[in-house]
């Protein structure tokens, strides 16, 4: 099974960008879906966005056309470009792996936007 390892999170003023990488510890290209949950202060988890093996992507309303999800198969590597963030974007972020025989989270990452 894979590992999943989060980076990239901080604390940023609203209006701000953070990119948020996810290394997973082997091959990522069998992975029929890698994804970004997050889960803020008081709240249930809730998807942010996902991508498949066939880089189709989906995205929470909330965060249409300012967050973007991708995949480096090659460096086995799943980002989350996060731009014009919003104080409601607060929250731990977690990577999600979806393979044939297994789910995987990362740690999370926390995500702290300033107003």
């Known amino acids: 099974q894979v590992q999943l390892v989060e980076s990239g999170g901080g604390l940023v003023q609203a209006g701000g960008s953070l990119r948020l990488s996810c290394a997973a510890s082997?091959?990522?290209?069998?992975?029929?879906?890698m994804g970004w949950y997050r889960q803020g202060p008081g709240k249930e988890r809730e998807l942010v966005a996902t991508?498949?093996?066939?880089?189709?992507?989906n995205y929470a309303d909330s965060v249409k056309g300012r967050f973007a999800i991708s995949r480096d198969n090659a460096k086995n590597t799943l980002y989350l470009q996060m731009d014009s963030l919003k104080p409601e974007d607060t929250a731990v972020y977690y990577c999600?792996?979806?393979?044939?025989?297994?789910?995987?989270w990362g740690q999370g990452t926390q995500v702290t936007v300033s107003s």
């Open positions: 999600y792996a979806r393979a044939l025989t297994y789910n995987r």
């Open positions: 082997r091959s990522i290209s069998s992975i029929n879906l």
């Open positions: 991508i498949s093996s066939g880089y189709s992507t």
